[in-house]
């Protein structure tokens, strides 16, 4: 039988900083991954040092580098809805969960990966992730996928539970870090420096790359009032 993930994210890059070591391993585990991306991040800060591109030019760019990186983790099925960035708040969640619940009847995912509504920090992280839920509300609660939210910030987040899961990317982090560079209009400042203290110090290559090695997420508890 074949086993179906699916990743909810809003924006290019998302999939790869939040869960791309967990991806790669589900993968190689046999796992197929369907990936929707609601938008072509066109509100991106980052447009290099020095300048590489415009808002009219970013929206192409990182829509490549999104399919750059989708490849090195091993997604055959991206779904890009090409939506506004920073505009999902204002679109109808009852609209989006049906988005999403279309795509979940369609692939029948064992997991479904996304940001934890409310504590994702960008109201487009919140809002997607809240419309995902949503959508897995409609299902029999015997047959919802389970969801595994990614968080790291917001409203009570100092007296927010810890993780439920926590997971260890070593064995696969050289070519997460390949998905990491692949969006290089937003990663590589970050890359670059890390490069070159891997070169300069190879022997704290893990210590360097910690917070890339270990992937939380916090699963969503429909039965329960604090979630």
Same mark, same amino acid.
């Given at each position: 039988?074949?086993?179906?993930?699916?990743?909810?994210?809003?924006?290019?890059?998302?999939?790869?900083?939040?869960?791309?070591?967990?991806?790669?391993?589900?993968?190689?585990?046999?796992?197929?991954?369907?990936?929707?991306?609601?938008?072509?991040?066109?509100?991106?800060?980052?447009?290099?040092?020095?300048?590489?591109?415009?808002?009219?030019?970013?929206?192409?760019?990182?829509?490549?580098?999104?399919?750059?990186?989708?490849?090195?983790?091993?997604?055959?099925?991206?779904?890009?809805?090409?939506?506004?960035?920073?505009?999902?708040?204002?679109?109808?969640?009852?609209?989006?969960?049906?988005? @999403?619940?279309?795509?979940?009847?369609?692939?029948? !995912? %064992? +997991?479904?990966?996304?940001?934890?509504? $409310?504590? /994702?920090?960008?109201?487009?992280?919140?809002?997607?992730?809240?419309?995902?839920?949503?959508? @897995?509300?409609?299902?029999?609660?015997?047959?919802? !996928? %389970? +969801?595994?939210?990614?968080?790291?910030? $917001?409203? /009570?987040?100092?007296?927010?539970?810890?993780?439920?899961?926590?997971?260890?990317?070593?064995? @696969?982090?050289?070519?997460?870090?390949?998905?990491?560079?692949?969006?290089?209009?937003?990663?590589?400042?970050?890359?670059?420096?890390?490069?070159?203290?891997?070169?300069?110090?190879?022997?704290?290559?893990?210590?360097?790359?910690?917070?890339?090695?270990?992937?939380?997420?916090?699963?969503?508890?429909?039965?329960?009032?604090?979630?």
């Amino acid at each position: 039988m074949t086993k179906n993930i699916l990743s909810v994210y809003p924006h290019p890059d998302d999939e790869t900083f939040v869960s791309a070591g967990t991806l790669i391993q589900h993968i190689e585990d046999g796992y197929n991954v369907t990936l929707i991306i609601a938008t072509l991040g066109q509100m991106g800060r980052r447009m290099g040092n020095p300048f590489f591109a415009n808002r009219e030019t970013l929206p192409k760019i990182r829509e490549k580098e999104l399919q750059s990186a989708a490849k090195v983790i091993g997604i055959n099925d991206l779904r890009l809805w090409k939506m506004q960035d920073k505009t999902l708040q204002f679109r109808d969640l009852n609209l989006l969960a049906d988005w @999403v619940l279309d795509v979940i009847k369609e692939v029948h !995912p %064992e +997991i479904i990966y996304t940001f934890y509504p $409310g504590y /994702g920090v960008h109201p487009d992280h919140d809002t997607l992730s809240a419309a995902t839920v949503h959508a @897995v509300s409609h299902l029999d609660a015997g047959s919802r !996928p %389970e +969801i595994r939210g990614h968080a790291f910030g $917001g409203k /009570g987040w100092k007296s927010f539970r810890k993780p439920d899961i926590e997971i260890d990317v070593s064995d @696969v982090i050289d070519k997460k870090m390949d998905a990491v560079r692949a969006h290089s209009s937003q990663s590589e400042l970050i890359t670059k420096k890390m490069d070159e203290l891997i070169k300069e110090n190879p022997e704290k290559k893990e210590e360097i790359l910690d917070r890339f090695i270990r992937e939380r997420y916090w699963l969503y508890r429909f039965d329960d009032d604090s979630k």
